[in-house]
């Protein structure tokens, strides 16, 4: 019996181990405090209007979790610029119907990343109304990183 539990203990703990290991995979490299979070510097808060042009995928920096982008056109100037939303395992722009060439204004700081300026967005709202956020607390902290309670608790005080 015991040579039976052995194997099966064995199997059980492995899987529970990769398990594990891929949903912290999931974020790998957009925790808080990490080399990718220190560009964000909630001081620096800055928006713009413009229009979707491409949903894209990011990976910032070297061994991150792939991510979700968008590529806007700045009404002001006309330049393209590339908007970090989050992790792509967090970051849903179905949820608000975001779609190419949807007028947006985008909220959050710019930042130089991988010798380009990109924004982190703190918020992506729609013209209709509707809004996307990532990063809602007020020193910057990233929603991904928020325990469930702490996530209820940022919801609640932005209502």
Same mark, same amino acid.
């Given at each position: 019996? *015991? ?39 909630? &001081? ?6 413009? &229009? $979707? ?12 979790? &792939?991510? $979700?982008?968008? $590529? $806007? ?6 330049? *393209? ?59 910057? *902290?990233?929603?991904? *990183? ?14």
């Amino acid at each position: 019996m *015991t040579r039976i539990l052995n194997p099966l203990l064995f199997a059980v703990l492995a899987l529970a181990f990769i398990c594990s290991q891929a949903s912290a995979a999931d974020i790998a490299g957009w925790e808080k405090g990490g080399a990718y979070d220190k560009f964000y510097d909630a &001081k620096e808060a800055d928006s713009f209007k413009g &229009k $979707v042009e491409q949903i894209i995928e990011i990976v910032p920096m070297p061994g991150m979790a &792939k991510g $979700v982008g968008l $590529v $806007v056109r700045d009404k002001k100037d006309n330049k *393209t610029e590339t908007v970090h939303l989050g992790p792509k395992d967090f970051v849903n722009v179905e949820s608000i119907g975001l779609r190419t060439g949807d007028t947006v204004k985008v909220s959050g700081v710019w930042a130089t990343i991988g010798g380009k300026e990109v924004v982190m967005a703190s918020k992506i709202k729609k013209d209709e109304g509707e809004e996307l956020k990532v990063r809602r607390s007020k020193d910057g *902290t990233p929603w991904w *990183t928020l325990s469930p309670e702490e996530l209820a608790q940022e919801k609640k005080a932005a209502n």
